[in-house]
């Protein structure tokens, strides 16, 4: 069994959903694991707390009145990076896109159970946790690329180009592993966790967001290659 690289009782966890059944089920659980628990029921109050208790992750749902989780995802997003589940009785495949789009780390649909629940936390907890990887050297891709892990820093056709964290880690582990198969289930598990090596729609979406950055013509990519049905390969490196 995997050791955690947190404990538990240092971690503040701040629940924002209008439904006080929801808020109380959802904080009853995350107590019994000894987690610390704070409440909104809309997305103004979220957004005091979020300034007030700097919560070490938010579970934020989707369907509010007034400022709804999308758009407090959106005004989160703009001040922090915390890592944000986010709630939904919806299904649409659309619907999860559109969260992640706007920096949601992860989705669950209502009604969920509490393992589920706490599973996904104890993974994205460790995540943000992590020291991020890092490579002494800069990689000079070609004359168009250049990456340097150290400095956390991405050089696209001469201009800086900005990152999201899981954008960041997939890219180090694809680059990290230059000119070999990286299978599905490998990245997905070494960028997301374990708990997510069914889950192939986040590893397309952020692949697709990586390609818009780096490629010339994503729709052609030459760095982010696919092989189909099993998984990705980053381009062969020269003399690295």
């Not at 019994?32 to 628990?37: D, G």
């Not at 369907?63 to 709804?68: A, G, I, K, L, N």
């Not at 050297?137 to 964290?165: A, C, Q, S």
């Not at 990286?182 to 960028?191: A, D, I, Q």
Request: aromatic share 8%; charged share 30%; glycine share 4%.
């Amino acid at each position: 069994m995997e050791h955690e690289v947190f404990d538990q009782r240092d971690m503040t966890i701040l629940i924002v959903d209008d439904e006080p059944r929801i808020r109380d089920f959802v904080r009853l659980n995350l107590e019994m694991e000894h987690y610390r628990v704070i409440e909104s029921s809309n997305g103004l109050e979220a957004l005091e707390q979020l300034r007030e208790h700097l919560p070490d992750l938010v579970v934020l749902d989707v369907m509010m009145p007034e400022m709804d989780g999308f758009e407090t995802l959106k005004a989160i997003r703009e001040v922090s990076n915390v890592p944000v589940v986010m709630l939904t009785v919806r299904q649409s495949e659309q619907d999860k896109i559109r969260g992640l789009d706007l920096g949601a780390d992860d989705y669950i649909a209502k009604p969920f159970s509490p393992p589920e629940l706490l599973s996904r936390i104890r993974a994205l907890l460790r995540r943000s946790l992590m020291s991020p990887p890092a490579r002494k050297t800069e990689i000079v891709v070609d004359k168009n690329l250049t990456i340097d892990f150290t400095r956390r820093e991405v050089t696209v056709r001469g201009e800086k180009v900005v990152l999201r964290p899981t954008e960041y880690r997939l890219l180090y582990h694809l680059v990290s592993n230059a000119g070999r198969l990286m299978t599905h289930e490998t990245l997905l598990s070494k960028v997301w966790g374990r708990e997510y090596r069914d889950e192939a729609h986040y590893l397309r979406l952020y692949i697709t967001y990586l390609r818009q950055k780096i490629e010339e013509d994503p729709a052609h990519p030459r760095y982010i290659l696919t092989e189909r049905g099993v998984g990705y390969r980053f381009k062969e490196l020269d003399n690295q």
